[in-house]
């Protein structure tokens, strides 16, 4: 599986963005996807997961209520919705796709390139 995060650039704080992450190969579908971040000094941290079936998420707390995850498995495709963007968002963005669920870190099988979220205060 080949991943593709894109959607990712500068908005204001309180401001929405969508960021969608584009999946290569048959088996998109078999997956557990998961959203991440990494702020400059930081250590990559968790945001989002959603399970293969689509019912199932989980989110970070620090993101609980203004962010949501999804996917369209005929699209390949897994979304992440920011609403009520914050400065502390600012980070690179990146997918993963694993096979267990609820999804980690270290349980990511493929990751996507990141995309850059900019919040300005």
């Known amino acids: 599986v080949q991943l593709q995060a894109s959607g990712g650039g500068l908005m204001q704080a309180g401001g929405s963005l969508r960021l969608s992450c584009a999946a290569s190969?048959?088996?998109?579908?078999?997956?557990?996807m998961g959203w991440f971040r990494q702020a400059p000094g930081k250590a990559r941290e968790f945001v989002a997961g959603?399970?293969?079936?689509?019912?199932?998420?989980h989110y970070a707390d620090s993101v609980k209520g203004r962010f949501t995850i999804s996917r369209d498995n005929a699209k390949n495709t897994v979304y992440l919705q920011m609403n009520n963007l914050k400065p502390e968002d600012a980070a690179v963005y990146y997918c993963?796709?694993?096979?267990?669920?609820?999804?980690?870190?270290?349980?990511?099988?493929?990751w996507g390139k990141g995309t850059l979220v900019t919040v300005s205060s």
């Open positions: 993963g796709a694993g096979s267990i669920y609820p999804i980690l870190s270290g349980d990511i099988n493929y």
């Open positions: 190969g048959r088996t998109f579908g078999s997956y557990a």
């Open positions: 959603i399970s293969w079936s689509v019912v199932a998420t």
